[in-house]
């Protein structure tokens, strides 16, 4: 079995895939003071709830968007599975070439998206991923990371609105029935929830002006589900995009040891 985890801000996504298909996969969270102990021993927890034997993990790979967390991993990897596992990046073959002016800039989450989305979609695509920042990735024609744009999360900017505003109290995430609230609950909501949706539709459009692509937009992320429901410019959601790609990447370099 292959065990594929993504390291963000926010989350770290684990999944088990057995074969082509993914077994099982979890979402815990971040926590830069755990120990590769700590983390060992959950991952070991996760893994027993759902009858998976830690003795059947082949293979790991990683992508991390937090450094400081990333020999951690790698420890506990070592530790907790006796493997050595690929981390994306310098070293690993992608598959697909990076029109960044320092591609040693674009985060591994982001080239891992632009992967997956490639090998089921073909170019050219736009893929929005809503995580701690919500990005937008331009794939083209040609299949070449071709850059793209990075917003606040629509959790930072929750988080930034309750902190700065004493008089407004936490609500849920949801839609509410109507854009004009008649209560502070229903107005916070559709403040959140309509306005991330014209900032996502407006920076796909631009993206697709600029660009003069009709590319297809795949959306991914904790979010993503509730923010397509009523943006007029995602075609799809594809929940587990990163791990797929953290898979494809894995099958590239097969093989490979990195140092």
């Keep these: 079995m292959l065990f594929v985890i993504d390291i963000g801000n ?12 993914l077994f099982k996969n979890w979402r815990i969270e971040t926590k830069k003071g755990r120990t590769s102990d700590e983390y060992g021993i959950l991952v070991r927890e996760l893994l027993t709830f ?12 990683i992508s991390s968007v937090v450094p400081p967390l990333e020999s951690t991993i790698i420890e ?11 981390m ?5 073959k992608s598959g697909i070439s990076i029109l960044y002016e320092n591609p040693k800039e674009v985060g ?8 997956a989305a490639l090998k089921r979609y073909g170019g050219p695509l ?15 024609e040609k299949g070449e990371y071709g850059g793209g744009v990075i917003a606040p999360g629509i959790g930072i900017s929750v988080e930034a609105l309750f902190q700065r505003a004493s008089k407004l109290t936490r609500v849920d995430l949801v839609k509410p029935k109507n854009v004009i609230g008649r209560n502070t ?11 991330y949706v014209g900032l996502v539709d ?7 002006e600029e660009s003069r692509v009709s590319a297809r937009v795949i959306a991914t992320g904790g979010h993503a589900g509730l923010i397509a429901e009523e943006s007029s410019e995602i075609d799809e959601v594809v929940e587990n995009l990163t791990l797929e790609g953290l898979k494809i990447i894995y099958e590239t370099n097969r093989g490979t040891i990195v140092d």
Excluded: H
């Design 10 to 21: 926010t989350n770290i996504v684990l999944g088990v895939y057995k074969g082509d298909d």
């Design 50 to 61: 759902s009858s998976i034997d830690s003795e059947e993990i082949s293979d790991i790979i």
């Design 76 to 86: 506990m990897a070592d530790k907790y599975f006796n493997i050595k596992p690929l």
């Design 88 to 92: 994306v990046g310098p070293g690993l």
């Design 108 to 115: 591994a989450d982001r080239i891992v998206n632009a992967v």
């Design 126 to 140: 736009i893929v929005v991923d809503f995580g701690t920042a919500t990005t937008f990735d331009l794939i083209t």
């Design 185 to 195: 609950v229903n107005s916070i909501q559709s403040g959140i929830i309509f306005g």
């Design 202 to 208: 407006g920076i796909v459009k631009k993206m697709k």
